[in-house]
């Protein structure tokens, strides 16, 4: 019997990549999502690369424990993969009790779930904003947490630290925290992608964009810091490689492979691309000009980050195999995909 993974906000950016590469490699899935933040454009998209009409899909919100459970009732779950939750930085410093409300309560209620219906693997979706200005790059695991300079990021080292005491305490719960440096993207189908809502926040969605005429100029955040180009470096990674990540996680899990009942692993490429970088590649790759200018910095962003990548090329077995170019293509195509459909 196949075992089946449960994918909170799987309708989402990284839920939906995530799902696709879950039924790939043959696990069921059964597919949770509030739709706070999305539309059921990659849930759809995700059927079609599958050629599965049939996943299962539960409209819901995870800070209702009642159902959760009725969920955790209804299906025999192996694994949880925690993604339902708010990401905008901005917002969380305006609103933080929305955000600590929100996304604590919604992991603590999905391991209340877990650990009631007999114990359950759990991949926590964290991040590396967790590590703050590293003071030693690239960053490995054993790097210091830094205090966080927002609720949002202070929300995913809280449940990071939420499943490594659950792991201790409740026998039959298993955990393992990824921490995703700069995902970008989209599936090579264009069929999903990222769809940010109003203005968007994160470098490559303003890219594509500012390319495709639906904003004027992209602002580059700063070209005054102490990098070779003055601009900011992080460290980019395929959605599609990022979600393989997740398939690996699960199954290292699900195979009684882990050697602590809660790991992390830093999920990134290892190379360091400033934005300027970025931004001159998609410029190539895609034969555009794209209009940008220098702008003053972005309050809270670090000068630079980058992953070792070595545990989770050792222990996942994993490793980022996508070329920025590839990605960049992709994140293209899916803009343009969207501009086609908006026309339909
Ligand atoms: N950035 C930028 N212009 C934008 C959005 C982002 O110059 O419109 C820069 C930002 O300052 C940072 C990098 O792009 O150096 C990545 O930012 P993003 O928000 O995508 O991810 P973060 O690293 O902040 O999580």
């Given at each position: 019997m196949s075992k089946r993974v449960l994918v909170s906000g799987g309708a989402g950016f990284i839920g939906s990549h995530v799902t696709v590469e879950l039924i790939q490699a043959g696990y069921e899935v059964v597919v949770a999502d509030d739709m706070s933040n999305c539309d059921l454009t990659c849930f759809e998209g995700v059927k079609k690369i599958t050629g599965r009409e049939d996943i299962p899909f539960v409209k819901m919100n995870f800070c209702d424990l009642d159902a959760v459970n009725r969920l955790f009732d209804g299906y025999r779950i192996d694994a949880v993969i925690h993604f339902a939750a708010f990401k905008a930085v901005g917002e969380s410093v305006a609103e933080p009790i929305k955000y600590y409300t929100n996304n604590l309560s919604s992991f603590l209620n999905v391991l209340e779930a877990a650990r009631t219906h007999g114990g359950c693997n759990v991949l926590f979706s964290s991040s590396a904003t967790v590590y703050g200005e590293p003071e030693k790059l690239p960053v490995t695991e054993a790097s210091p947490r830094q205090s966080a300079t927002s609720p949002y990021g202070n929300t995913k080292q809280i449940c990071e630290d939420i499943l490594r005491d659950s792991v201790k305490a409740y026998p039959g719960l298993k955990g393992i925290a990824l921490r995703y440096f700069n995902p970008i993207g989209a599936h090579p189908s264009a069929l999903i992608g990222e769809l940010p809502r109003g203005?968007?926040?994160?470098?490559v969605p303003f890219i594509t964009q500012t390319a495709i005429g639906k904003r004027e100029c992209l602002s580059i955040?700063?070209?005054?810091?102490?990098?070779e180009d003055g601009t900011c470096l992080r460290d980019y990674i395929d959605i599609v490689d990022l979600a393989k990540a997740h398939v690996y996680a699960v199954r290292r899990m699900l195979d009684g492979k882990?050697?602590?009942?809660y790991e992390i692993f830093n999920i990134g490429t290892g190379r360091p691309v400033s934005v300027l970088e970025l931004v001159t590649t998609f410029e190539k790759v895609n034969h555009l000009k794209l209009n940008y200018k220098f702008a003053p910095r972005r309050a809270g962003d670090v000068t630079a980050i980058w992953a070792d990548p070595t545990l989770a090329n050792q222990k996942l077995g994993w490793k980022a195999e996508r070329t920025v170019e590839e990605t960049l293509s992709a994140a293209w195509a899916w803009e343009k995909r969207l501009a086609e459909r908006a026309h339909e």
């Open positions: 203005v968007p926040n994160n470098l955040f700063g070209n005054d810091y102490p990098t882990m050697e602590q009942d």
